[in-house]
């Protein structure tokens, strides 16, 4: 049994190489996987300078395409292991980085600085910072608010959350409503995208994502304690109240981190941890790791789709998660004709 | 919302052939010398195929959006413009100070607000939306011209201005429109064509059968995104480093230029490097109205300077 989840993460892992490879050599430019080969080579110092291969080439392969998806594996990682933590946490099938309010709390932070610079195109770091921001400022504010006594009841977080959450989006839609020309800015920001995010992007976000996810494979034994129940955990010696509070913020870390540079992606953190219970099961021990790599190769497949579909324009990957996901994920849902555990 | 602009997009430019065909600016046939002693009833159908008569030149006018405010301006009917859309009808300044009609969502009027003005015509630029139904059914009469070129635009006016009793002002200011673009058609042709992208925001750009398309070609250059299937598609990043126009416009919105300039890719373009790029006033290219020329002589001005 062990062996075939060893396999899994295996075949997952081989998965992912391909996926990456394939975003890489696949794009609205051809590139000619053999020149493709030989510009890596140059890069990594394992070849001179090839001859006859155009300067636009190097600057779509090395400034625009890789560092795209790099930012994929890293953006679906993040949003992957967020929603597991939060559907352990919340012990709700229905949990994803949106639903404490982190993804509302920075699209709200984003809009403000798009709002106060006049429209900044986006990519803009300072969008960045201010949606990094706006996530952590509201997970924590859902927290406190749910607190009542020293304890967090789950239930209440989740109905604070909710309510929170949506008390945003309605003052979103009304700063819209009155945005005027930054309209378009702010709308397509909503969108999500990984697109023209270059370097600074996969560096701005990488390093949290990497602590994050650490942070997350540390707790896997308490994460499989908690879907015990909090009573049940605690007699098996969890500090459940300070294990709430870690993994709540790991969870809404990752989300910022995510949702900061490549703007509002759903499905991935709701749909990967269900698919992947499906064929692991629900011990954290296996399903986490799984997740890290299988939230990276959807994101970086959906972005392919998202870049290539109907190039050379482009369509926000966020609607392709949508639209390639949720049909997706009922066909699994039929198909395995149980009740979805979280 | 892009098929609806699609559609929008068509329905124009059919319409833009029937308006050439009719012959905007000779009057109606066998009216010779009809001049500006406008006839009165008159019977014109927009551009979603509307049929309008107006027994007598309006007197309460209420525009919804932008370009129609100025156009009106520019006939010398300002003073009968009893309502706008909203904060972007900002031009003339005369303008703002006037009752905005807009709701918050900015696509279609608070039907309350504009029957409350008591207008006897109101003119848009936006294709489609029951209001205009609701408001027929009202009793109030809804014009709609959206232009998608140039020639479209300048159509447009001269239309509005048979439709608002201005004839010989809107025949004056379509001619003065012509005649400059045709001053920068001439230009463009000695200066020889170069390769432009245009950015509205956010890498989205301009294909054919938009406006700001047409304004680009008639400046002098060819758009790196002619193989767009969409008016107004979102553009990758890559085929423009390996398309590498010759000049980067782009919108201007208060961002500044290091904004658009200081991005993955687009920082490694050519014209980035050699610093052929130049924002241009939004409000310039993309409003069909009496300013469009000068938009397209800025366009004109960065592409050639």
């Known amino acids: 049994m062990n062996r075939r989840r060893g396999l899994v993460l295996g075949g997952l892992l081989l998965a992912l190489a391909a996926a990456v490879i394939v975003a890489v050599g696949v794009g609205t430019v051809p590139i000619r996987p053999w020149d493709t080969l030989r510009l890596v080579a140059w890069k990594l110092g394992l070849a001179a300078r090839p001859v006859g291969v155009p300067e636009s080439t190097a600057v779509i392969l090395f400034e625009l ?25 919340f012990r709700n099938p229905m949990a994803d980085p949106a639903i404490i309010g982190v993804s509302s709390g920075a699209a709200l932070g984003a809009i403000a600085v798009i709002l106060a610079t006049g429209g900044a195109l986006s990519g803009g770091l300072a969008v960045s910072a201010a949606a990094f921001a706006g996530a952590v400022v509201v997970a924590f504010g859902v927290y406190r608010l749910a ?8 239930a209440t977080l989740l109905l604070a959350g909710i309510a929170v959450a949506s008390v945003l989006s309605s003052v979103i839609t009304m700063l819209m409503a009155s945005s005027g020309e930054q309209i378009r800015s702010i709308y397509f920001w909503l969108l999500g995208g990984l697109q023209a995010r270059g370097w600074d992007a996969v560096a701005a976000s990488g390093p949290l994502v990497v602590v994050g ?33 870690t993994s709540l913020g790991v969870g809404a870390l990752l989300a ?23 064929v692991v099961g629900a011990d954290h021990r296996h399903l986490l790791p799984a997740s890290v790599v299988a939230g990276a ?6 972005d392919l789709a998202a870049r290539t579909i109907v190039a050379p324009e482009e369509i926000p990957v966020g609607a392709v998660t949508a639209l390639l996901g949720g049909p997706f994920f009922l066909y699994l849902l039929r198909r395995q004709r149980g009740a979805v555990r979280a | 919302m892009a098929r609806s602009a699609r559609w929008a997009v068509t329905v124009a430019s059919v319409v833009a052939l029937v308006t050439a065909a009719c012959g905007g600016d000779g009057g109606r046939a066998g009216r010779p010398g009809a001049g500006s002693e406008a006839t009165f009833p008159v019977t ?12 007598r030149p309006p007197r309460r006018i209420v525009t919804f959006a932008p370009s129609h405010t100025e156009i009106l301006f520019a006939l010398g009917l300002g003073d009968r413009v009893v309502g706008v859309s909203g904060a972007f009808d900002d031009h003339p300044p005369e303008a703002q100070g006037i009752e905005a009609v807009g709701t918050a969502s900015g696509t279609e009027p608070n039907v309350e607000k504009v029957v409350a003005l008591e207008p006897d015509l109101l003119v848009t630029a936006f294709i489609g939306g029951e209001w205009k139904d609701r408001l027929r059914d009202l009793g109030v009469p809804v014009f709609t011209t959206l232009a998608a070129g140039f020639d479209d635009a300048v159509d447009d006016i001269v239309t509005l201005g048979r439709l608002t009793g201005a004839r010989a002002p809107a025949r004056r200011l379509a001619e003065e429109m012509r005649r400059r673009a045709g001053a920068v058609e001439q230009r463009a042709q000695d200066e020889g064509r170069v390769t432009c992208f245009l950015e509205l925001s956010d890498l989205f750009t301009v294909g054919p059968g938009s406006l700001e398309f047409d304004l680009l070609e008639r400046a002098g250059c060819d758009p790196v995104t002619a193989s767009a299937d969409e008016p107004y598609p979102q553009w990758s990043v890559e085929q423009l480093v390996e398309d590498d126009p010759d000049v980067y416009l ?3 919105f208060g961002q500044g230029i290091e904004a658009v300039t200081d ?6 373009l050519r014209a980035v490097r050699e610093g052929d790029v130049h924002l241009v006033d939004g409000d310039l290219v993309s409003r069909p109205g009496p300013r469009l020329v000068e938009g397209l002589e800025a366009l004109a001005q960065a592409l050639h300077g």
Do not use: C, Y
């Open chain 1, 213 to 245: 996810v650490a942070v997350a494979l540390l707790e896997i034994r308490d994460l499989n304690l908690v879907s015990l129940g909090e009573e049940r955990a605690a007699q098996l010696g969890l500090e459940v109240e300070r294990f709430k509070r």
């Open chain 1, 297 to 302: 190769i959807l994101m970086v497949l959906a």
């Open chain 1, 256 to 278: 910022a981190a995510a949702v900061s540079v490549a703007g509002v992606i759903g499905f991935v953190g709701l749909m990967t941890p269900h698919i992947l219970r499906l």
């Open chain 1, 147 to 154: 607190r009542i006594g020293p304890a967090v009841q789950v």
């Open chain 2, 44 to 55: 014109l159908s927009d551009d979603e195929g509307a049929s309008v008569t107006l027994r």
């Open chain 2, 250 to 252: 782009a919108s201007e």
């Open chain 1, 65 to 89: 395409r890789v560092p795209r998806v790099a930012l994929g594996v890293v953006v679906g990682a993040a949003l992957a292991v967020s929603g597991t933590l939060f559907q352990a946490l």
């Open chain 2, 263 to 268: 991005r993955p890719g687009i920082r490694e």
